[in-house]
């Protein structure tokens, strides 16, 4: 509650910044002196998550022309500086073109940015150990492409690389707990722009995993990169894969702005997932996958 009390947008503009909140000092009362062990812990893990919150807050905050895919892999290498037990990878366009990306590389076609696809690794668990794959949305703006996106809130797309900022804010928890279990966060980065090199509503991509992709509407953009970044997750053999998108505005329209959305094929993780909401006060809900729904 204190991380995120003291915590401020990061300021771009021409006049000084404003001082930072003075405080000196902060104390918890612990009733009992056995308890203190318990506390302790408690206080480092809090201090833990609320330095990951405000990673992934300043990531989702910074406007689109500096917040880029490459800012966002310059980002995961200082990660990987500050925590030993943090390795960074970053994979460019002549790589993901190697990999057969089709259907992420068709996403960036219509900008001049770069795309990358962020690794990063927190070896905490045992050597060998099936690993937690999280997988987070990086698109840095997303202007919708040739399917244009309307005018009004559209300053608010810079927003919707959060997922990929959840995912590394998650990682710099884990570096700071010290979390004993191995996590990877894989994050495709790239821009969805409009250009004559844009993908155009109709065309069909192929994706890593060899299927054939029609492209309707290009501001569905999220799926076409994830999948790619889903397939990929396979070298890992993970034990368990959560993927994070702010990837459809009809989440907000089924549950409002205050609780996310759940989809899973594990009622065992998702009601994990859950709980963890409630602890957090982070409230998600388990939307149904009942086979009606499969098509």
Known sequence: SVGSALYRVPAI????????????????????????????????????????????????????????????????????????????????????????MGSFLSVTAGTDEPARLIVLRHDGGKQGEAPVVLVGKGVTFDSGGISLKQPPGMDEMKF?????????????????????????????????????????????????????????NTDAEGRLILCDALTYARRFKPAVVVDVATLTGACVIALGAHTSAVMSNDDDLAAAIEAAGRRAEDRAWHMPMAEEYHE
């Open 13 to 100: 503009r021409s006049t000084r910044a404003p001082a930072a909140p003075a405080l000196k000092s902060f104390a918890i009362a612990v009733a009992e002196k056995d308890q203190l062990p318990e506390a302790e812990r408690g206080m480092a893990h809090g201090r833990g998550i609320a330095a990951g919150a405000a990673l992934t807050r300043d990531l989702a905050n910074l406007p689109a022309n500096v917040c880029t895919p490459s800012y966002l892999a310059r980002q995961a290498r200082e990660l990987a500086r500050q925590y030993p037990g943090v390795r960074a990878e970053v994979l460019d366009e002549p790589e993901l073109k190697r990999l057969k």
């Open 160 to 216: 919707d690389m959060t997922g990929a900022a959840s995912v590394f804010g998650a990682l710099k928890a884990a570096a700071e707990i010290g979390l004993p279990a191995n996590v990877i966060g894989l994050v495709p980065a790239c821009e969805n722009m409009p250009s004559g090199r844009a993908t155009k509503p109709g065309d069909i991509v192929h994706s890593m995993s060899g299927q054939t992709i029609e492209v309707i």
